[in-house]
């Protein structure tokens, strides 16, 4: 296949049924394929997926017997693609995540013959199309900026669980004000120009995990995204990843797409202080793993990766 898409499904049928229509009315290439993972969900929305793309030439479906999370739920449709397909692009696209590009393969290719990227992100506006998450950052993670994200988040979840986070809030606004409380600093990469940042094409930065897509520099080094994660992180980790191993990222504001945001998400866990708990337990997950990432590179080369970075830095930081 020229390109395959990865779409990580749950719960939210109509949304998973739009995003496969916006693949079919716009991929550039019928030399491609739709691999949709069912993550194990507990409504019927697997068995209506089969009665609707079961006989689609373009369409495989897939189950999990059990909700893998983010990483692990696509690398299942991730590794279809690759040893099944033998597919020369993969795109990981969110359910509710809309292709509204007429010319991705193409552009995936000339870009590919001209930098050689492993990963890359396209511009992701929101429904009505405004804004665009990405690039998804543009600084390098240190392991004194893990280490205290860690503290802090921890704190979030005590306060929160007692509800109490409004307190917690108005506190650190006090302490802000006070510059008694800061975050460290983390390095930029490159010489970035951070003027219209989000209209130029980049390389080295984080991408927003709603959208990414890998290439044969990507499928020929990993088997997927690292699993350690259920949930959050995974953008932090593919970047620090890909910086330590000499990898390129690049955010391509030339193709673009269409995000809802937490399509299945917020259908999963409605509560505010549940969904708030969700999301701090699952980012000091993906902490933990980012700072074992950087604490081991530590070990082997006494730096920190990020001077590495800045001392090797070059032209293709910033286009």
């Not at 001209?114 to 199309?129: M, T, V």
């Not at 993670?141 to 669980?161: H, Q």
């Not at 993906?286 to 082997?300: A, S």
């Amino acid at each position: 296949m020229n390109i395959s898409f990865v779409i990580l499904h749950y719960t939210v049928i109509e949304l998973t049924k739009k995003c496969v229509q916006h693949i079919k009315d716009n991929c550039d290439t019928d030399s491609y394929h739709i691999i949709i993972v069912d993550n194990a969900s507990p409504d019927n929305s697997y068995a209506e997926l089969i009665a609707e793309y079961s006989e689609d030439s373009y369409v495989t479906i897939i189950h999990n017997e059990e909700n893998l999370g983010f990483a692990r739920g696509n690398n299942v449709g991730f590794r279809y693609a690759v040893n099944e397909l033998k597919s020369e692009f993969i795109v990981l696209i969110n359910n509710d995540a809309f292709l509204t590009e007429k010319n991705i393969y193409n552009k995936l290719k000339e870009e590919y013959e001209l930098s050689g990227f492993a990963l890359a992100g396209p511009k992701i506006l929101d429904i009505s199309g405004e804004g665009n998450s990405n690039p998804f950052d543009i600084h390098i993670m240190t392991i004194p900026f893990c280490k205290f994200m860690i503290r802090r988040k921890k704190i979030d979840v005590i306060f929160t669980s007692i509800n109490a986070k409004g307190l917690l809030d108005f506190i650190r606004k006090v302490l802000g004000k006070l510059r008694i409380l800061r975050f460290p600093e983390r390095p930029r990469i490159g010489n970035v120009d951070e003027k219209n940042i989000k209209e130029k094409k980049l390389y080295r930065c984080s991408l927003h995990g709603s959208c990414m897509f890998f290439s044969p520099a990507y499928t020929a080094r990993y088997d997927g995204m690292d699993e350690r994660t259920f949930m959050f992180g995974e953008e932090n980790i593919l970047h620090l990843q890909l910086l330590r191993d000499g990898l390129l990222s690049c955010y391509m504001p030339n193709i673009s797409i269409k995000h809802v945001g937490n399509g299945s998400t917020n259908i999963v866990i409605k509560k505010s202080r549940d969904r708030l708990l969700f999301d701090y337990k699952n980012s000091i997950t993906g902490l933990n793993v980012c700072k074992e990432i950087l604490e081991n590179y530590y070990r082997k080369n006494g730096h920190e990766l990020y001077e590495d970075i800045i001392n090797n830095s070059s032209e293709k930081d910033s286009i």
